[in-house]
């Protein structure tokens, strides 16, 4: 089942490179009390997700930060060692953004956003989408129809929605 506006996220361990290598992050104390904005993609270095989807969220963190966002996350099915270097190639890094690899897409396929897409090599990835969780609550969502389109998932489109 996709999850939806008034839903409460589930909680999950996701990935992220530390001083020492992989560690875990645990998704609910990121959200709670505070309103996050979690944006996920098919995965890091493909077409539309560099070239568009991360670079929306770029431009957006000033005035996502403007509107009380405490924290803009990325989450793709990937593991933490290509999400830091993606991170640092694209500049999210330096954007303040939040790369989170869902190594196992257990948590992508626990809100109903996974897809998979043999003919493209995609195989258990995630649906392009932006969310804004107060507290854990799903209080917007916007997925997109195609995972080769960023209009509706666009930090853009959430700064215009919050």
Known sequence: MTISIGDTLPGATMLVMGEAGPQGVDLAEKLNGRKVVIFGLPGAYTGVCS????????????AL????????????VNDPFVMAAW???????????????????AWTAAIGM?????PAGLIGRSKRYS????????TVLNLEESPGVCEL???ETLVDQI
């Open 114 to 118: 996974d897809f998979t897409a043999p």
């Open 153 to 155: 998932s666009a930090g």
């Open 87 to 105: 991170a640092k190639d694209t500049g999210a890094a330096d954007a303040g953004l939040t790369m989170l690899g869902d190594a196992d897409g």
């Open 131 to 138: 969310l804004v969780a107060e507290n854990g609550v799903v």
């Open 65 to 76: 930060k403007a509107k009380g966002v405490d924290e803009v996350i990325c989450v793709s």
């Open 51 to 62: 070239t568009a989807h991360v670079p929306s969220f770029i431009r957006s963190m000033d």
